[in-house]
C-alpha cells in the first residue's frame, strides 16, 4: 500500500488531508533518521468548533478527542500498510493535548511536517493552517522509508496582516510575527504564555482538558471553513 493506494486508503477512512513530506532537510534524529514524513490531518466537525472564538466547551473537547482517536487508528493503519510492504515507518510520539505540542527541539512537531507536506503553515498563533479547513484541524505524523512522492513544502506564511489570534489571545501569546519554514518558535510566539492562558481558560470553561482554541476559532479561515459548512 504505497502512494496513491496509501492516500486513497487514508481518506477513504475519514483522513481529511494527506501529504508526503521530503523531511531530509530536518535534522536526523528528529525524525528518526527517516527520509520521509507522511502527514495526515482530520478536520473537526464545524458544529463543534462554532463559538470557540469566544471559549471552548465540552463538545468541542470531545471532538478534539473524536479526531485524535481517529488520527491514531489511520496512523497505525498506515504504519501496517507500509510495514508489510517491507518498509520502515514508525509515529511520532503523540502528546496528550495541545498545550503538550509545544515541544521543543528534542521532538518534531506534526505542525512542522504537515508544512514540509505542503498541507499548510504555521500561523501567527502556532497553530497548523489549512487552506480548507483553517486551523480547524489535528495532525499525525508518521516517518518512513518508503519512497513516497514528496509535494512542494510550504514555506511561507500566509497570515499576511492577519492578527485576528493575536487579538484573539487572552494572553498575547502570538506576537504578531509572521512563521516561515524553521523559524525558531520563539521568535513568533510565546509558547510559556500559551501554556499559562490554556490552563486558565479551561479552568474558567469548567474543562478536565487543556484545551483553549480561542485562537483556532477567531482565524478567518477557520471561519470561512464554518461558514461554508453551513451554506
Ligand atoms: S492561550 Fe489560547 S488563544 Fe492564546 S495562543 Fe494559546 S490556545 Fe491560542
Ligand atoms: S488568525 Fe490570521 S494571523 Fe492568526 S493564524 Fe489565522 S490567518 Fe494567521
Not at 473537526?44 to 465540552?58: F, M, N, S, T
Not at 478534539?64 to 493503519?77: C, G, I, Q, S
Not at 509545544?102 to 506534526?110: D, E, K, T, V, Y
Not at 500559551?194 to 490552563?199: Q, V
Request: charged share 20%.
Amino acid at each position: 500500500m504505497l502512494g496513491p493506494d496509501l492516500k486513497a486508503a487514508l481518506m477513504a477512512e475519514g483522513a481529511s488531508h494527506v501529504g508526503y513530506a521530503d523531511v531530509r532537510p530536518l535534522p536526523s534524529p528528529l525524525r528518526y533518521d527517516m527520509p520521509v514524513g507522511v502527514s495526515i490531518v482530520v478536520a473537526l466537525d464545524p458544529v463543534a468548533v462554532a463559538g470557540v472564538r469566544h471559549g471552548p466547551g465540552k463538545r468541542y473537547q470531545a471532538e478534539r478527542a473524536r479526531a485524535d482517536a481517529l488520527l491514531a487508528r489511520l496512523t497505525a493503519r498506515a504504519a501496517d500498510g507500509l510495514k508489510a510492504c517491507g518498509h520502515l515507518a514508525a509515529e511520532l510520539p503523540v502528546p496528550p493535548s495541545d498545550v503538550d505540542t509545544f515541544i521543543g527541539s528534542r521532538l518534531l512537531p506534526h505542525k512542522t511536517v504537515a508544512a514540509a507536506a505542503g498541507l499548510g503553515w504555521i500561523g501567527k498563533c502556532d497553530a497548523l493552517v489549512t487552506r480548507e479547513f483553517g486551523s480547524a484541524v489535528r495532525p499525525r505524523t508518521l516517518l518512513t522509508d518508503a519512497p513516497l512522492p514528496p509535494a512542494a513544502p510550504l514555506l511561507e506564511s500566509s497570515c499576511g496582516e492577519c492578527r485576528a489570534c493575536a487579538d484573539a489571545c487572552p494572553v498575547a501569546a502570538p506576537s504578531g510575527r509572521n512563521w516561515r519554514f524553521l523559524l525558531p518558535r520563539c521568535e513568533f510566539f510565546d509558547a510559556d504564555a500559551c501554556r499559562r492562558g490554556t490552563r486558565q481558560v479551561a479552568r474558567r470553561h469548567g474543562l478536565s482538558d487543556l484545551v483553549c482554541g480561542m485562537c483556532i476559532g477567531a482565524c478567518p479561515y477557520t471561519t470561512m471553513y464554518l461558514a461554508r459548512a453551513c451554506e
